[in-house]
Structures are given as structure tokens and as C-alpha cells.
């Protein structure tokens, strides 16, 4: 038999993952504007825009855009969800120990104390709801029942914008969920009660909890504890993190990146000294620079190895170079995006290594000459060599890279040119009449080819092969491209690809 419930008081921010989203891009949101994010096609969280013109969780992203042409999508961020609402629950500590996440946006804690303590469980559900509204956050709901369960249902169906607070009366926890859907169990056996005509809680709990047991095991037996209002489960407080990040304020504001720099010394030796006693490094650093007019600029920056104060100095300097501000810098915050074990970076018992020693060669390099000073390829996605060529930053992860594996009609197979030239280069390709050569619309030379010219050079052509077709975005006249790719080799020995656009003649790489 499950322990007697415990009073509970649940707060919950509703659409928290589009909350969060727009928290961390630092604007004011525009309640006319519809938004939604989206998690493998579906919508998981939708503004209150979006929900008037008939978005709903769950539907697939071509429904929702079908009721609502003016929706605005973004994908879910999990980890963007837990680091936005952790301020808000250390919010909630303060006022009342004992919170535990049950997800973001949503935290429940024990009742008894917080509602001796302001005075009754009303007053401690309106400070506790009213702590997060004065974060900023437009919607915030509280509700207080026998049990976690019963109290979320409260905050979520028995509540509304204007009446934001739902305390069930002691014992009445059963009669509250009995009309609510069994959707809100959010439990594979929706469906199968769906099948069997059971609709509501209330018809759940009056079906035989020894033929819930014997159906779904011992996990027929919580369902119909939650839906009798017999919730025993207790709330479990969370440990809170040890304070890991690092703000530096500037008064007065700083101009000079230099000077920033200089400022955060102090303070980077702090921020990897917190992770050190806690037997960390950080290999992924969040740099968020505000400024005095209230500019704010956030990188995650990556590290091969680990970061050390030197370097997350570096990189507060890179970001006020590629990113900066329009106004004196008046707070930066360093928070650790990705932490590992201090124990897997420890030196090796018998020297560095090689790999160590390059490492620690390039970092230096790289940081006498900037963030984009030390550059690594890396082979993506596309049609053409420049597209498949990109340069990363030393230590970086590959940003909006096309995806290589997928298909791409018209690329080149491998081998691929060991040389691509960033800009084509002019070329020409003439027969043996000294005429241009082209494609013709069937997609064949006009004549053989002969002669490459290249550089002011005439190279007598030795072998070719060709044409490939490159066909691209046939339904839009301003970017279409229609080329044909050759392969040649010429009196040298030296292998050319070559492209032919429109009459006109480039080379695209060589061969080495």
C-alpha cells in the first residue's frame, strides 16, 4: 500500500520551451507573432498566437503551418530548456527549500513548510508563482493538491492567465481529476484505454485496480493510485550544482577589447578554479558579453583539449573582434557549456606525445594570431569542390555544414582534386580550328577538345573525359545553374577539372 500523500505545490510556466527560446535570444517577444518548436516534425510547445489559430501539441509541422501560414518554427533544445530555467528554480530556493525539477518549466516542492511559513498555502503558491513572474515571465501557474500528480493537473487544467493559482482541498484530489482526460497520463495505455471507451480518470479509477495489476502489472497499480488521488509518491528535492559559472561586471563600462581582456585575467583563473575543485575541466565555454546599452553577444566556444584561463581570455577577445559591440562592455559571463571528468585529461605517466605536442603548437599559433588563424579542413556536403571544402577554426566544430552523406545529383565522385581553387579560375578550351568549345542542349562538346589555355599558358590537351551535367535549382530563375564538368589531362601530365557554364570555361581544381 503507497505511503498517505503529502500536500504538494507544484509552479509551472506553460509553453516553457518557446519561453526559454526566446529568453536566451535576449528580445522582447511579440505576442502577435506565432511560434513553435518542434521536435522530429511534430510540435512539442506553441505560443498562445499560435494556439488561436489552431496549433496544437502534437501535430505535424505541415498541419500546423497549414492553419497557421505565418508560423514561426524552431527546433527543441533540451539543453537549452534546463539552462534557462535553472536561474528560475535557485529563484524558488531562496524562497523555499526543498524544489525538485520535474522538468523544465515545471518544479513541484513539499507544501507544508512554505504555506506555514507565508501564511497559508495561497500565499506561499502566489510567492512562489509571483518570484517567477518577476523574472520576467508573462504566465506563471501554481497549484497545491494531495500529491505531485494531482497538483500538476491543478496548475495545468485549473488554472487560467487570469486566475493563475488552484488549491484542491485536502481529500477532494480524486473528484478534481475525475473528469480530465486520460491524455494528461501521457502513458502508453492512452491508447489502449482510448480502445476500450475509457475517456476519463474518473473512469479509470472505477475500474478494478486488481484488473489494472493483472493487465499492466505493478504499473497498473500506480495508475490507479494517481487517478484514485492517492499520489504517495514523494517529492524528491534536487541537490542544487555548485556554482560553476563566472560574471565580471565593469564599472564604468569598458570600450577597448583589449582592456576586457586584461579584466577577465582574474576571473577565468576563478572560473576553471570552481571546476577544479569539483574535479572538472570544461571543454565547451559559453562567452555572453552584455553591454551598457544593453547589447548582448553569446558564442559557445570548443576546445580540443581543455580549457585553461589563457584561453577562455583569447576567447573573450576573439568574440568582441568578430562580435562586437555597439556600446562599452559592461558584464561578461563565462558559463561551462560541456564539463568532463579531470581524470581523462591528466597528462600521460611517460611524456606528452605527439599529438599533445602539436596541440599545444597550434593553440600558441592560434592564439598570436586570432580565432581564424589556424584553420582544418573538413569535406562537406554540395555540388561543387567549394562547397565540399571547408575550413574550421583550430578547435571548433563544423558549423552549418551540408551533410556529405546525403545525395547530391551531379557531384563528383572520388577521387577527389587534391588543389581547389577558393575562386575558379579563368580558363579557355579551344579545338583544333583554334574555336571555343561548348555543350551543346543535348549535353555534347561541339568539337573535341584541344588545347587548355590557363593563365596566359597554351597546354596541348594529352586526354579528356566528359561531360557530367550539374543541374541546380531548376525552379528558381535567379539561381539556376546548368554546367558540364570535364576531366582532362594535359602535355604535363597535370590533371585539370574543368568546368564549362554557359559557353564559359573554369577550372574548378587540379589534380596532384
Known sequence: MSPAPVRSLVV????????????????????????????????????????????????????????????????????????????LIARLEELAPGVQLRQPGLCALRARGPARYYGGEAAAATVLAGAIADAGIGDVRAGVSDGPFPAEQAARFGTTAGDPIRIVPEGEAAAFLAPLSVAVLEDETVSLFARLGVQTLGQVAALSRDRLVERFGVRGARLHALVAGDDGQPVTPRKPPPELHREEWFEPPLDLAEQVAFGMRIAAEEFTGRLAAERLVCTEVRVIVTGARGERSERVWLHPGMFDPAAIVDRVRWQLAEQGLRSPVERVRLEPEAVEAASHHAPVLFG???????????????????????????????????????????????????????????????????????????????????????????????????????????????????????????????????????????????AWLLVCEDAVWHAEGRYD
Do not use: Y
Open 12 to 87: 509551472w510556466v506553460p509553453d516553457w520551451p518557446v519561453v526559454a527560446l526566446e529568453r536566451e535570444r535576449g528580445e522582447p517577444a511579440d505576442p502577435q507573432v506565432p511560434v513553435a518548436v518542434l521536435e522530429k516534425g511534430a510540435v512539442v510547445a506553441c505560443s498562445s498566437a499560435a494556439r488561436l489559430e489552431g496549433v496544437r501539441r502534437g501535430q505535424r509541422r505541415r498541419d500546423a503551418q497549414a492553419r497557421c501560414p505565418g508560423l514561426v518554427t524552431a527546433a527543441a533544445d533540451p539543453a537549452r530548456d534546463q539552462r534557462v530555467f535553472a536561474p
Open 352 to 494: 606528452s606525445g605527439g599529438e599533445e605536442r602539436v596541440h599545444h603548437a597550434l593553440s600558441r599559433v592560434q592564439a598570436m594570431l586570432g580565432h581564424r588563424g589556424v584553420l582544418t579542413p573538413v569535406i562537406g556536403g554540395g555540388r561543387w569542390m567549394a562547397e565540399r571544402q571547408v575550413l574550421v577554426p583550430w578547435g571548433d566544430r563544423p558549423a552549418a555544414v551540408a551533410d556529405r552523406s546525403q545525395p547530391w545529383p551531379g557531384s563528383l565522385p572520388d577521387p577527389l582534386p587534391a588543389t581547389v581553387f577558393p575562386q575558379p579560375l579563368p580558363a579557355a578550351v579551344v579545338d583544333a580550328d583554334g574555336d571555343m568549345v561548348a555543350v551543346d542542349a543535348r549535353g555534347e562538346p561541339t568539337s573535341a577538345p584541344v588545347v587548355l589555355v590557363e593563365g596566359g599558358t597554351a597546354r596541348r590537351i594529352e586526354r579528356w573525359a566528359g561531360p557530367w551535367p550539374i543541374v541546380e535549382r531548376t525552379w528558381d530563375s535567379a539561381r539556376a545553374r546548368r554546367a558540364h564538368r570535364f576531366q582532362i589531362v594535359d602535355e604535363r601530365q597535370e
